[in-house]
């Protein structure tokens, strides 16, 4: 039972070059833990028209549902005129398979994501990203990052994910994964993280992660005690709620740091929903980053908030297909697209 | 004044392909804090000829002395013969201007290292490489990383350094320093680090700082209180020293784990002179990372000693010059080289 809304087309498409080639646009599929969104974007990133659902909440066939979502995000182009589909998915994700493997959707382990959502683009390139990956691609495509070589793009909400820009092409590393650095530990002998592991980011920084540690530290709310109260109460200046940020953002900042001297990076980009808290995350994470960063050739760095806001995975899927030399981050696909 | 010995000639050199063209040897030189080696190196990574000399000491002029080294390795080969020269040095390194300012080194900063090295070897090419990426680039030519696409090589000695080989090519980042991972936070608030910055496994894992660590934890000892006599005590069981290996070790899983998370590894290397206190250090390091690797995609994740030893920086400098697609970080150097 397809459960979402149509989120409405934001203008008409303007499709230039020959049906489904260069220039056409690309549909992009964006997977998250609540939301699943599609939307059609052009080759300069723009949103041509989108859809949203539930990602969870009785489908009886998850993909099924997404197919749907897609050919709706598509519209009245048709998905013969696409170029390709690009997907952007919690992972970890598995390039070989063409399956994801979310913490969060269990219903969506195993199955064969990369390969029903090809089908509906047939002949052309279906490609498959982490959603921090996409989001660093989303970026640097059209959002904050662009003219940087080298970059990290952080989502800080539920978890804390990522993704690299290195020389100026999205990172995959070995497996297609690279840029988990919410599971790079800053803590040692640290807190217990939901991967398995200790000392993780996501264990100070994510949303229920502030929140668990502001509750234990005496936080008391009338509100659903989510990272919006808390922010609110941090604004307002309640001493566990600022505690809070000010703990999730030294670990930000030292994993920050720590990628910046591992990679050598210029510019690193912070998006995601307790990211939108604003000051009361930013400002004691600029000050513990002054601790942190003291390598000389790191005296350039920036970190400034995402420029796509929630939309960077999403067209940062497309840019997989618009521009594979860049975002594309494994030939993998092209196999699983024939077959 | 000169004040090096020579290292002798390990075996004749056998010269193929024309006069300093490609399958002669290169020349390389591998600058430390306390000892700089030269060496004519072959194109499958073997040392034909070498010479040291100790780094500092009343040298007039450091250059010349470091000149007069590079002739003494090549010896009866020739300048003329040699395919160029490649450059290790302790760092930071400035491409731009092809200097180095080493912590160590204070006598270096600023010398036009580069630039009088590369008038040595007129019209070929002179390339400069921090030594965690040096030791990188000689483990993944000929030593214990060959064949890994993407992998780590850490020196753990009297500072902690590294360097990356990512998609099959040594990843040099934004200016050249990439692989900083000494300097890589792991401790949030944590103890204070040469660089100036908080936190960093240099804190935990040099050996000064184990050393430092230990005596404070009552460590006593008749011998010179260094890394080797520390990693005997260690062996013989006695607590600080133990507990000053454990520690360490610590920093250094959780870095390598980060590393691993943040750049997707199949393989980290481990070398320099802490390193090579063995099953001390090894064994709690090993029981440490299976604390911090959680991820599944790392779970094919291989932690080896490094197979070039004391000399993987010296044969990675010659393989920037063998192997440039590989292994030479920046095209800055072709303009030096010119000039």
Redesign the interface.
């Known amino acids: 039972m397809y459960m979402g809304h149509r989120a409405g087309r934001e203008r008409g498409p303007e499709v230039a070059g020959p049906r489904g080639g260069r220039g056409s646009p690309a549909v992009a599929l964006d997977i998250g833990g609540t939301k699943t969104a599609a939307a059609l974007v052009s080759d300069r990133g723009e949103i041509l028209g989108s859809a949203t659902m539930a990602t969870r909440g009785g489908h009886a066939d998850l993909l099924a549902g997404m197919e749907r979502l897609v050919i709706e995000a598509v519209g009245p182009v048709g998905l013969a005129e696409v170029s390709g589909l690009g997907i952007s998915s919690a992972g970890?994700i598995d390039l070989a398979s063409g399956t994801v493997?979310p913490v969060n959707i269990p219903e969506l382990r195993g199955l064969p994501l990369l390969k029903r959502m090809a089908a509906l683009v047939p002949g052309r390139p279906a490609r498959l990203l982490g959603d921090g990956l996409a989001a660093a691609a989303g970026e640097h495509w059209v959002g904050a990052g662009q003219g940087f070589?080298?970059l990290l793009a952080i989502v800080v909400s539920t978890g804390v994910g990522g993704g690299?820009v290195?020389r100026g092409r999205l990172?995959?590393?070995?497996?297609?994964?690279?840029?988990?650095?919410g599971?790079?530990?800053?803590?040692?002998?640290?807190d217990p993280?939901p991967?398995?592991?200790?000392?993780c980011p996501e264990a100070?920084a994510s949303g229920p992660s502030m929140v668990a540690f502001a509750v234990r530290s005496g936080w008391r709310t009338d509100a659903r005690p989510d990272g919006e109260a808390l922010a609110e109460a941090a604004r307002r200046g309640e001493p566990a709620a600022v505690l809070a940020f000010e703990r999730g953002a030294?670990?930000l900042a030292?994993?920050i740091?720590?990628?910046a001297?591992?990679?050598?990076?210029?510019r690193v980009i912070i998006g995601g929903g307790v990211a939108a808290a604003g000051p009361v995350l930013m400002d004691p994470l600029r000050r513990s980053l002054g601790?942190?960063?003291?390598?000389?050739?790191l005296a350039g760095l920036e970190v400034v908030p995402a420029g796509l806001g929630a939309r960077a995975s999403l067209i940062g899927a497309a840019a997989a297909v618009h521009e594979p030399d860049r975002y594309a981050i494994s030939e993998v696909t092209a196999s699983l697209v024939s077959s």
Chains 1, 2 share one sequence.
């Open positions: 970890p493997a070589e080298d690299l290195l990172h995959g590393g070995a497996s297609g994964n690279a840029g988990h650095v599971h790079a530990p800053v803590v040692m002998d640290g993280c991967c398995g592991g200790i000392g100070y030294g670990a030292a994993m740091a720590a990628a001297a591992t990679c050598d990076l210029r601790r942190y960063l003291s390598l000389t050739f």
